[in-house]
């Protein structure tokens, strides 16, 4: 399977649990394997599926990108845009704030963009995207979602984040879409810190 991500960057998200699980299995003649791993394996089928059947240069070399979409979060709402003009903001109910941590909500608003594209059928085969937000966080965990289980942190956000990056990354592979992310600076994100922040429009 690392040769085969070499051609579907997607795969190096989910190969962490699948190394630990190769590395605790050396001189063993059995091993459980986990829930998460088994999802990790369930999803690389999909990917090796792909890979079988051909994939477009244009999901392999560097280009121009076609469509950017930028997202902000903070304890009382998500909201973000795409350079095509759609807009969209959700708040989270006050008995829900605070019950996940502000790069979780990043990391979910850096998805909804595309998400809403799909459904609505304006997205096209092909297409390059750029997401940009100003968070270090999530801009790395769009390149890279090695989530493990611990104690810092309840073991439902963990398997939700895993969830979040399993589901984003089956959307682009079935659209044949790539993207890449991108930092940039908070003072700069005007309109998507609206979006998430002023409820009072």
Same mark, same amino acid.
């Not at 095509?84 to 850096?110: K, T, V």
């Not at 959307?171 to 930092?183: D, F, I, K």
């Given at each position: 399977m690392g040769h085969v991500s070499v051609v579907i960057p997607l795969m190096k998200h989910f190969m962490s649990r699948i190394r630990q699980t190769r590395w605790r299995s050396q001189n063993k003649r059995k091993i459980k394997l986990d829930e998460e791993t088994k999802k990790d394996l369930k999803l690389h089928l999909t990917f090796l599926q792909k890979a079988h059947v051909g994939i477009s240069m244009n999901l392999l070399t560097f280009r121009k990108v076609n469509i950017i979409y930028r997202a902000d979060a903070c304890p009382a709402g998500i909201g973000g845009?795409?350079?095509?003009?759609?807009?969209?903001?959700?708040?989270?109910?006050?008995?829900? !704030?605070?019950?996940?941590?502000?790069?979780?909500?990043?990391?979910?608003?850096?998805t909804i963009g595309f998400w809403i594209d799909i459904i609505e059928g304006t997205?096209?085969? +092909?297409?390059?995207?750029?997401?940009?937000?100003?968070?270090?966080?999530?801009?790395?965990?769009?390149?890279?979602?090695? +989530? !493990?289980?611990?104690?810092?942190?309840?073991?439902?956000?963990?398997?939700?984040?895993?969830?979040?990056?399993?589901?984003?990354?089956?959307?682009?592979?079935?659209?044949?879409?790539?993207?890449?992310?991108?930092? +940039?600076?908070?003072?700069?994100?005007?309109?998507?810190?609206?979006?998430?922040?002023?409820?009072?429009?």
């Open positions: 845009y795409s350079s095509n003009g759609r807009g969209w903001r959700f708040y989270i109910p006050i008995h829900l !704030q605070f019950q996940a941590s502000l790069n979780m909500l990043e990391h979910l608003a850096s997205i096209n085969p +092909f297409s390059c995207i750029l997401t940009m937000m100003d968070s270090t966080t999530s801009a790395g965990w769009l390149k890279k979602s090695n +989530f !493990q289980y611990s104690e810092k942190e309840p073991p439902e956000l963990t398997r939700m984040k895993l969830d979040l990056s399993r589901e984003h990354a089956t959307r682009l592979l079935e659209n044949n879409c790539v993207e890449y992310s991108q930092w +940039f600076p908070g003072d700069k994100n005007d309109l998507a810190n609206s979006l998430s922040r002023d409820s009072h429009i």
